[in-house]
């Protein structure tokens, strides 16, 4: 990849109608990841996420709370949605939200350039609207409700009653892009995936696409329809736009052509309107679709998708005020693989945390520090002529580094992980075999014993950079005590797809003594 490369990332802009859960971080962490990933490889790197506050979802929620929807999302906003990026440790370019003049502005211009082309018209439209989605569903997306909705038709992913709605709206002539969206499918198999999402979507194209009720003049909580302000635009409509207005769509041109086209990070539940219905907006308008749409699964709780109106969320603080962020972090980007569904239990959590972080990584880290401490009075030494395993733990180094690479660029964080977790295992295993406490005895091995202190060192430095991206506290911590920040300066600048490189962290750096990493977490 290019040095100078643009690589735009989004995440899906949150309804701040309630408080977050671990299900909307998990997908701040992956874009997060991802981002700090190209942002260290010197890639022109800009990650994006924000709020979706028009709507009825957002109204009634404010109304039930007895305030104006403006106030209930500025007060979700700055109480628990910002909060959030600090909790998670998330390293975002921008934050948008949709009540901004910047966004508003840009919808207003999108729409009215639509409106002027032909793509749209009036019309009416009679069908079941579920309020969770903010969308009309199909009678296949509706299900029986049970218990307190016994009998009724209700949402099957929200499982709350969907209302008949009969409205005189403006229509986005959707349906006269089925074929050009296959061919864009086709021509471009990763423009959507996972491959399973892929398929999900192609299925449901060729099926042909109707045209999309874009507006609603039954409530005025949203953007003003430029020709008809008895309208408002439809929620989806005008969250879409974010992508574009937030990067300067109508504004800047400059801008926008240095950033767009993005990829997108959606949860599987709304594949459909980044991978339908977004492009189809795109090509009327005359711009370039994004680059990619990928779907990232569920975390499920007790089986089922963790949500706050199923009474099942956790709070993203209840995880990272006992473990950290960086065991959040580091937990769910390992555990599951990207893209697919992943259940979250405390108990995987603890483990990983005891096995992989504390006993793996920190323990590693600790270990080598307190020998060169001891051993060389805190000063890393020469590495002299390498052994057969010395050479082994490069040749380690060199091809996690260019695995994690290639698994980043395949959006596939788990497996960039478990790449690199093959240099945690291999050092703790060099370890073991070569016994430096033994050689520190005698000093007819005092050159094996700086070879393999020189080769643990250097493995840690490879580590700190590689992790850097999903373990942002514990590796610059590790970094300042290795004294590589004063050999090599910041560890953010280390460039990323050099990493595994050798040789890097000269002899004569100080290290400083380091607490641990991942200290014990006692059970409550
Ligand atoms: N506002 C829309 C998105 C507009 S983007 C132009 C929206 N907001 S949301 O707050 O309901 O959901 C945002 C994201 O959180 C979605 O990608 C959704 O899949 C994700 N998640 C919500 N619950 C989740 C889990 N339990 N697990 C993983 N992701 C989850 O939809």
């Known amino acids: 990849m290019p040095a100078d490369r643009s690589f735009y990332i989004t995440t899906p802009i949150f309804y701040p109608s309630d408080v977050p859960h671990i299900g909307h971080g998990y997908t701040e962490v992956a874009a997060d990841v991802i981002a700090r990933w190209h942002r260290q490889a010197g890639d022109d790197t800009w990650s994006l996420t924000g709020t979706d506050e028009h709507g009825q979802k957002m109204l009634r929620t404010a109304t039930a709370n007895d305030m104006g929807p403006r106030e209930w999302a500025d007060k979700l906003v700055q109480e628990s949605w910002i909060p959030l990026l600090e909790t998670l440790d998330i390293a975002n370019d921008d934050f948008i939200r949709t009540t901004q003049p910047r966004h508003e502005q840009g919808v207003a211009a999108f729409i009215q350039k639509l409106y002027d082309t032909g793509f749209i018209e009036a019309g009416d439209y009679e069908g079941f609207y579920c309020v969770g989605c903010e969308e009309y569903k199909q009678t296949a997306d509706l299900v029986t409700g049970t218990g307190r909705y016994d009998g009724e038709l209700v949402c099957a992913i929200h499982s709350i009653p969907v209302e008949l709605s009969k409205e005189r709206n403006y229509f986005f002539r959707m349906s006269r892009f089925t074929d050009r969206l296959l061919a864009l499918y086709e021509e471009r198999p990763d423009f ?64 926008f052509a240095r950033r767009w086209p993005a990829v997108h990070l959606v949860g599987k539940d709304i594949l459909r309107f980044h991978a339908v219905i977004w492009p189809a907006m795109l090509m009327a ?59 979250f239990s405390w108990e995987d959590l603890a483990a990983r945390y005891q096995a992989e972080l504390a006993n793996g990584f920190g323990n590693l880290a600790s270990r080598v520090i307190a020998m060169i401490t001891r051993y060389r009075d805190g000063a890393v030494p020469a590495a002299g002529e390498p052994s057969e395993r010395d050479l082994g733990i490069r040749q380690t180094v060199a091809a996690a580094a260019a695995d994690a690479d290639a698994a980043i660029d395949r959006m596939a964080p788990h497996e960039a992980l ?107």
């Open 418 to 524: 478990a790449a690199i977790w093959r240099i945690v295992e291999e050092l703790n295993g060099y370890i073991t075999l070569e016994q430096p406490w033994v050689l520190a005895k005698d000093p007819a091995d005092a050159d094996r014993l700086d070879a393999v202190l020189a080769t643990a060192a250097e493995g840690l430095r490879a580590l700190a950079v590689l992790l850097s991206p999903v373990l942002t506290r514990s590796t610059a911590t590790l970094w300042r005590a290795l004294g590589a920040e004063a050999a090599l300066g910041a560890l953010h600048e280390q460039p990323l797809r050099e990493a595994g490189e050798w040789g890097l962290l000269p002899a004569g750096a100080r290290v400083s003594p380091l607490e641990p990493l991942f200290p014990r977490i006692d059970a409550a």
């Open 285 to 343: 308008a005359g711009l370039e679709v994004p680059r990619q749409v990928f779907a990232h699964g569920w975390l499920l709780v007790g089986g089922e998708k963790m949500s706050k109106s199923k009474a099942t969320g956790i709070a993203p603080s209840q995880i990272t005020d006992t473990f950290g962020s960086d065991a959040f972090r580091y937990s769910f980007m390992r555990a599951i693989p990207f893209g697919q569904d992943g259940s």
């Open 192 to 255: 959507v995936q996972p491959e399973s999402a892929r398929n999900e979507v192609v299925q449901f194209v060729r099926r042909g696409l109707d045209d999309l009720s874009i507006s609603r003049s039954t409530f005025d909580w949203g953007v003003p329809v430029p020709w008809d302000q008895r309208h408002v635009v439809y929620v989806w409509f005008d969250a879409l736009l974010n992508y574009v207005t937030a990067v300067g769509y109508g504004e800047d041109e400059a801008t």
